[in-house]
């Protein structure tokens, strides 16, 4: 797994851990990467990413709201809205090409949420590129 693969996994655990602990995102950082020795380029790309997004959440939220038509925020997974949360971010930077966040995504919904998140997500985001233009 490469390092901005492996950092993505990280900063969306962080995200899931902060929402369903209630702990910051700098605490749920740690939490992730305690016991585990990572390159110091991992550790930091997954720290300013996990915090940006995190940041930018509400925003991501009121996105995935208008996107999810009959699926409230609440009934979303948390999983599947940590992932959600942090491809949407990374898809409004723009750092990074469009193809791989959203490959990026897909492939954490099938490793830590489910083949059904997988298309959902997948599904979002398309329906976010189209409507972004």
């Known amino acids: 797994m490469g390092k901005r693969s492996t950092s993505r996994r990280l900063a969306m655990q962080a995200i899931y851990q902060a929402e369903v602990s209630g702990n ?3 605490e749920a950082l740690d939490n992730v990467l305690e016991g585990e020795k990572f390159i110091a380029e991992t550790k930091k790309f997954s720290k300013d ?5 995190w940041e930018d959440r509400e925003q991501s939220d009121k996105i995935i709201e ?12 948390k999983v599947d809205r940590a992932i959600l949360r942090l491809a949407l971010h990374e ?8 193809s791989v966040v959203i ?17 959902f997500i997948n599904g979002i985001l398309g329906a976010y ?5």
């Open 24 to 26: 910051s995102i700098e």
């Open 49 to 53: 990413l996990a915090a940006a997004a």
């Open 66 to 77: 208008s996107l999810a038509i009959d699926w409230p925020l609440e009934r979303i997974g």
């Open 91 to 98: 898809l409004k930077s723009g750092e990074t090409p469009l």
């Open 103 to 119: 490959n990026e995504a897909v492939e954490l919904a099938k490793k830590y949420s489910s083949e059904e998140a997988a298309k």
């Open 129 to 133: 590129l189209r409507k972004k233009g």
